[in-house]
């Protein structure tokens, strides 16, 4: 049996009897200097599992709330990655960056040593609501099957499309002049697929000063905060885990349903209900998560089937 397999147990260095298969979810607060596959990787460990996965990438120098999911549990993670988010970041203004961010190289820019923070408030008008975002080159988006930022890193000059994302909240609430530079405390909050750096980048040409992301910390995904989240050096074999069923509870509608129609459930049939959303959770009579469904018609039909 694999790491992964049902049933299979493992020790942990103190010598307890611990089970990989357990499904569940960790909302972790992701500290600087980790990719988001390293946080992973440190996981696996812990737990003794290799099916470990996480939702909604963070870039090394960002911190904050990073979903990961263990065994069954990361069939949910593409569609909690779907839901907003919320960002505290600082946003310097006056140099831009090969990568929109303080780990390139400055590449442009001009003097922000006019700038009050008050146009800076002035400039944020156009980036509020449903707008177009190219996305930055080094993010982990794919052209021709490799991801944008190991073109950029092998020499390509790599252009990405732009693509609509909505920003129901960019405030900016202090600045600080260093030199020649502003750097600007922001708030963001956002749909999925919106890139904080490029909102750095584009606010810093707007303005005419060239802007660079140099702090970024994910604050929420949904409904999850950083209330929830737990530091990665304190997580042990024995650290409780929520459960899928309460996971859906707090990211989908839900709907119970019997025995007979968690057997259905079970061998992905249609149900002869209507459910309220395109992810809706399906709980059985015994509180467990069985699937997701979406509406079809008078019926609903199965997105995924967690069992």
Known sequence: ?????????????????????TPGLLVVDKPSGLTSHQVVGRIRRVFGTRKVGHAGTLDPMATGVLLVGLNRATRLLGYLALHDKAYS??????????????QGQINGGGSAADLSLAQVREALAPFRGVIRQRPSAVSAIKVDGKR???????????????????IECFEATAARRIDDYLDVDVEV?????????A???????????????TALRRTRIGSYTLDDAVELDSLAPDTPLMSMAQAAHRSFPVIEVDAEAARDVGFGKA?????????????????????LYRPAGASSRPVAVLI
């Open 271 to 291: 149900l002869s209900i209507q459910v309220p959303a395109d992810v809706t959770g399906i709980i059985g009579p015994t509180g467990d998560l069985l699937a």
């Open 189 to 197: 909050e956002c749909s999925s697929g919106t890139y904080i750096r």
């Open 148 to 166: 944008a930022y190991a073109r950029v890193r092998a020499g390509e000059d790599v252009q990405l499309a732009a693509r609509e994302v909505s």
């Open 199 to 213: 909102l750095a980048r584009d606010m810093g040409e707007l303005l005419g000063v060239g802007g660079h992301l």
């Open 1 to 21: 049996m694999s790491a992964g397999d049902d049933g299979q147990a493992s020790r942990n260095p103190a010598g307890r009897t611990m089970t990989v298969s």
């Open 89 to 102: 970041a600082t946003i310097r203004l006056g140099a831009s960056t090969t990568t929109d961010d303080a």
